[in-house]
């Protein structure tokens, strides 16, 4: 099994014209929260609401910023989160997978939209 990446796209709702940032992220299913680069949290010119204590995979506890609403789409879905700002790449954690109703093969390495019924026709 190897590691499975989805170009996703992250906008700041709160400032719309400053477009969106197209970024490859790590669709990880052990993490549960988006994890921004300050780099890319900076691009979207996001501010921490908080700072928010999380656990590594190492076990260590450290304070990261927490910053949000970032807008998320993939494919035809998106979701509204905050994310964690931490390492050197973008994680896609299981909270907006899950709030976009997607799948990761581990089998093909892939993500993709959970071909089931449509959460706009629920």
């Given at each position: 099994m190897g590691l499975t990446y989805a170009s996703i796209e992250l906008t700041?709702?709160?400032?719309?014209?400053?477009?969106?940032?197209?970024?490859?992220?790590?669709?990880?299913?052990?993490?549960?929260?988006?994890?921004?680069?300050a780099?890319?949290?900076?691009?979207?010119?996001?501010?921490?609401?908080?700072?928010r204590a999380v656990t590594l995979a190492d076990g260590r506890r450290v304070r990261v910023p927490y910053v949000g609403p970032i807008q998320v789409r993939f494919a035809s879905r998106f979701c509204f989160v905050g994310a964690f700002v931490m390492g050197d790449e973008v994680v896609l954690g299981v909270v907006p997978m899950?709030?976009?109703?997607?799948?990761?093969?581990?089998?093909?390495?892939?993500?993709?939209?959970?071909?089931?019924?449509?959460?706009?026709?629920?």
């Open positions: 700041n709702p709160r400032r719309p014209e400053l477009g969106p940032v197209n970024v490859t992220a790590l669709a990880d299913t052990g993490a549960m929260m988006l994890c921004l680069p780099r890319v949290a900076e691009k979207l010119e996001l501010e921490a609401a908080d700072h899950e709030d976009m109703d997607l799948l990761v093969s581990p089998l093909t390495r892939e993500v993709s939209v959970n071909p089931g019924i449509s959460p706009h026709l629920v």
